[in-house]
């Protein structure tokens, strides 16, 4: 079997430790996070990628549904893998076998996500670039109206106190609350070594994601094991 | 269009607040028709979308454009004009993003395109409950029920609020539009709405043809311009 890893360079700290617990050292194609901001330039690089596979079975794809940004992907040359996750926030915080419910009033962060060229961390100053203080401050107010805390999530994958400081500054300069929260590289690890049981979208050669994959619609039809 | 329109659209699209609101003003007092200015300012919007697309603009820059096109609406001859529309109201609308999601621009955008159109817009804010959905409705007796949402499993939920409608009893008594950029044609079919927009300006299109016909057969058809 070959085997290659189309991952989210979000979640790059998490995919490299999952990779080296369990020994798996596929071939990785990193994607930039921008991506995540757009779900349908997403789908579009994702395809290009998968086409431009050849003598690959299996593609391993470090996403989740985002946004509906895998929905329509073609699994053209390779069958695609996936977990059936909405994102990669419940990728890190989900346990195996519970369902997941994503807290409310809550922006999370991980290295990666403060690490993406677009991360909120890059939007806040060039806010504060762009439209001066008090502007910012404005348009922060309403960008995150409903949310009361910026949650570190500490999946282990990386040092959580080299974040501390930076997270910090923008909690306090948005009026909220910075909290910590273990996560778990459980669902990456799996998607490296197996089974694909429920807990992935497997999509054999020839066919297309669509949304039952997921789980999110017709959730009988969601399933097959390799 | 002419140099001062083309202004206007330019001004709304390099997100200069002041500039915006200044030049409204003028072309309003100029007796510029309300709803001429809307679709300017609405064309300055659809131009900040693309610069968004194209990872030029941020997302900093989408919630000015919505505070821009907030402020536009509350200049004093834009809150007149709809005042002395107020008892034309076109129809009434129970709107929200609903439970487990929380992000609000788009939605934002959507009641202020159906109030700048003369809806009436109960607003429930985000992260609603079915049963809130349900009440409010009750209480409101809205013509139309729309629902927000972007996370993915929003499908989900959606579908949950339109089951409640119809185990209740009460599905036919309003239309029921749903809105985000992942719905497809098919996803509506499934969550079982009357239909769907990935965009404010067709859900408005889609909201007015609703009312069209349901004023059609209530009372004489409301020219809304
Ligand atoms: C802006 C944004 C945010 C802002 C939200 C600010 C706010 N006040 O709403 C912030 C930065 C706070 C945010 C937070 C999060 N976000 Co966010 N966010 C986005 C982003 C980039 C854009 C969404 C948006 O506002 N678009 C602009 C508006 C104008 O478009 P729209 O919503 O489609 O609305 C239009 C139409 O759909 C229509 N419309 C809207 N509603 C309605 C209703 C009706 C009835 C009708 C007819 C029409 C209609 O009219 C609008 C105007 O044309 C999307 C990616 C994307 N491009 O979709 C991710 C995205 C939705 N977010 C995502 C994620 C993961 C998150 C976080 C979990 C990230 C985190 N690190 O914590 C948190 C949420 C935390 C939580 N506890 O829930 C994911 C969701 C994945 C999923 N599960 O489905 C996305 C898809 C990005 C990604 N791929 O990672 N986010």
């Not at chain 1, 079997?1 to 991952?7: F, G, P, S």
Request: some cysteine.
């Amino acid at each position: 079997m070959n085997e290659v890893v189309i991952a989210c360079q979000t979640l790059s700290d998490e995919l490299e430790l999952a990779m080296q617990e369990t020994g798996c050292r596929f071939p990785v194609i990193w994607v930039e996070s921008d991506y995540h901001n757009d779900p349908s330039q997403l789908r579009t690089k994702l395809q290009e990628e998968i086409d431009s596979q050849r003598n690959i079975d299996n593609i391993l794809l470090a996403y989740g549904c985002c946004g509906n940004g895998l929905v329509g992907l073609r699994a053209t040359g390779a069958n695609l893998i996936a977990p059936r996750t909405e994102d990669c926030i419940s990728m890190v915080l989900s346990q195996p076998g519970e369902k997941f419910e994503r807290l409310k009033q809550t922006y999370f962060l991980t290295k990666g996500w403060m690490e993406g060229s677009k991360s909120i961390f890059v939007e806040y100053d060039r806010a504060l670039k762009r439209y001066g203080e008090q502007r910012t401050k404005r348009l922060f107010d309403v960008m995150l109206k409903h949310y009361n805390y910026f949650m570190l999530i500490d999946t282990g994958a990386y040092n959580p106190a080299d974040c501390l400081s930076k997270a910090e500054g923008l909690a306090r300069n948005t009026g909220l609350k910075l909290v910590v929260a273990k996560g778990d590289i459980w669902f990456l690890k799996k998607l490296l070594t197996g089974p694909y049981d429920q807990d992935f979208c497997v999509i054999p050669k020839g066919e297309s994601v669509n949304i039952s994959h997921f789980g999110l619609v017709q959730k009988e039809l969601s399933h097959q094991v390799l | 269009m002419n140099k001062k329109e083309q202004l206007l659209i330019k001004h709304v699209e390099q997100l200069n607040e002041e500039e915006v609101l200044k030049l409204s003003d003028e072309l309003l007092k100029e007796g510029m028709a309300p709803l001429r200015l809307l679709d300017l300012v609405n064309e300055g919007m659809n131009r900040v979308g693309k610069l968004y697309e194209s990872k030029d603009y941020y997302i900093a820059d989408l919630i000015m454009a919505g505070l821009i096109f907030k402020q536009v609406l509350e200049l004093d001859k834009m809150t007149a004009h709809f005042r002395v529309k107020h008892n034309n109201k076109i129809g009434k609308v129970v709107l929200g993003t609903v439970t487990g999601d929380i992000h609000d621009i788009g939605k934002d955008i959507f009641r202020g395109m159906l109030e700048a159109n003369c809806f009436e817009v109960v607003d429930l804010g985000v992260d609603v409950p079915k049963e809130v959905f349900l009440k409010k409705c009750e209480e409101y007796q809205p013509d139309i029920l729309g629902l927000s949402g972007v996370l993915t499993n929003t499908v989900d939920t959606m579908k949950e609020i339109v089951d409640v409608f119809k185990e209740t009893g009460v599905r036919d008594k309003v239309k029921i539009i749903v809105g985000g950029n992942h719905l497809t044609k098919e996803v509506c079919r499934f969550i079982g709405a009357d239909n769907f927009a990935n965009d404010a300006s067709s859900g408005v299109r889609i909201c007015k043809k609703w009312m069209d016909g349901i004023n059609e057969s209530e009372r004489r058809v409301i020219d809304n311009g």
